[in-house]
Nanobody
Framework: VRMVESGGGSVQAGGSLRLSCAAS????????MGWYRQAPGKQRDLVAT???????NYADSVKDRFTISRDNAKNTVYLQMNSLKSDDTAVYYC??????????????WGQGTQVTVSS
């Protein structure tokens, strides 16, 4: 299974970016999906998660600024990021809980995409 991320880049504080992550390959179903981020010298932290039925959960630091969504038909998760701050600078990773055709469930990570916010 491949996880392909896109949409990262550089933006000024107050700007917006939209990240996408598509899962492809031997997939029966994708359950929960999410976005995490890791700043230099720090641990990887949760940004937002979304269940297959689109229930969402956000880190306090991004509530009211970021929106996670998904398209189950495309096995794709999105992260709309508005009002970006310099503290949002990090490598962003998507994650998906994959169920393969044999019913085995496992976690898969994307390769990461850099988001840089300049003040």
């Amino acid at each position: 299974v491949r996880m392909v991320e896109s949409g990262g880049g550089s933006v000024q504080a107050g700007g917006s970016l939209r990240l996408s992550c598509a899962a492809s390959g031997s997939i029966f179903r994708v359950n929960a999906m999410g976005w995490y981020r890791q700043a230099p010298g720090k641990q990887r932290d949760l940004v937002a998660t979304i269940t297959r039925s689109s229930s969402t959960n956000y880190a306090d630091s991004v509530k009211d600024r970021f929106t996670i969504s998904r398209d189950n038909a495309k096995n794709t998760v999105y992260l709309q990021m508005n009002s970006l701050k310099s503290d949002d600078t990090a490598v962003y990773y998507c994650n998906a809980q994959i169920v393969d055709p044999l019913g085995y469930e496992y976690s898969r990570w994307g390769q990461g995409t850099q988001v840089t916010v300049s003040s």
